[in-house]
């Protein structure tokens, strides 16, 4: 069974939001519900849970990726649609943290175990954003963070046990949201190259 892309419910929901980027970014990434969420549980009271167990403040948790839009940006997934077992990707904000796991992740980056990760990793420093799915063991966070990934899961009922927690760890709210605007602008561009018009 083919997957069914997303794009063209993201390229609805970009012209109804005056196809801007940032607004986008602004009213899909950073407010309201996330499209996957289960009506039963309130989304803020979960950011909160999240936010305490990993140690940061509430504001500086957001979820993203195709939990948050029902969809992926990615074009490498082709915006596949969110569905049981589909990632949760947890934006985590935290300069202080940022800069522990950027002073940690030097040290490691020399180690062998990361030898084909080396520009990946760097890419992403540069981006001011760590993905934490391969270092995440090693840093002197991370065993706390792993640990709370299944209570996580399992807050949310059982259409998401097959769910995989990813952190990615930002900076500052603007490098989140930086990140956040480039997907935007690669899965807009692929929707007018693709010409996906809604309606």
Known sequence: MAEISGLPAFWEEFCSLGQEV???VTARLFDGIPAAWPHELNY???RHLVATEL???PMAVQLVGSARLG???NPGKNFRRFREGSDLDIAVISPELFDQAWSELREMIE???FENKKNYLRKLVFEECIALDIMLPRLSFGERWSRSKDSFIQDLGENFLNCEV???LYRSHKSLRNYQAKSVRI???RAVE???HHG
Do not use: C, Q, T
């Open 22 to 24: 940032d607004y986008f």
């Open 44 to 46: 803020i009271r979960w």
């Open 55 to 57: 140690g940061v403040d």
């Open 71 to 73: 969809y992926s940006l």
């Open 111 to 113: 180690d062998e175990f």
């Open 166 to 168: 990813n952190y990615r």
């Open 187 to 189: 899965a807009r561009d």
């Open 194 to 196: 693709e010409g996906v």
